[in-house]
């Protein structure tokens, strides 16, 4: 039976696990890559401290997928007056168990979560693969956002 919980501090390790595996499967890393330190760091950190909520589906004692959501406050504006926004990531399901509908009970109790929190949007970047079911949950593509990134 597949359950699914929101993770607290005592699942760290089934965390960056999962999230380390995602990060190979959806990079196309081989199985044996190394991450930086700063990398498996950073996420063990946020994962502790960082203002963000995850799930994880389990098999048993075996994680199988996960998805987080982080959240944000900008400043206030006449469509947000709160400025709480969140943004969706990592969702990820290990291929056996994929199209099982395990995802979507996952994004749909963090929606819920994240309302519940405040927020009066959520924002994601979609792949491919995942884009028909964030289509289903009422997500629409925006043209609002450009982005510059330092790298």
Not at 63 to 87: D, E, N, Q
Not at 93 to 109: C, F, H
């Amino acid at each position: 039976m597949i359950e699914i919980k929101i993770a607290t501090n005592e699942d760290i390790e089934r965390l960056m696990s999962i999230r380390l595996e995602m990060l190979k499967v959806v990079n196309i890393l081989p199985e044996d890559h190394e991450f930086s330190d700063e990398i498996i760091n950073e996420s063990r950190d946020y994962f502790l401290t960082g203002d963000q909520m995850t799930v994880l589906a389990c098999d048993g004692d075996e994680v199988i997928c996960c998805a987080s959501m982080s959240f944000f406050r900008i400043m206030p504006t006449f469509g947000h007056p709160s400025g709480k926004r969140a943004h969706l990531m990592n969702v990820y399901t290990r291929d056996e168990y994929r199209r099982q509908g395990i995802a979507q009970k996952m994004v749909e109790l963090l929606i819920e979560k994240t309302w519940e929190k405040g927020a009066t949007e959520i924002s994601l970047d979609a792949t491919a693969l995942g884009r028909p079911l964030y289509e289903k949950l009422g997500f629409t593509a925006s043209t609002e956002c450009m982005v510059l990134s330092k790298l």
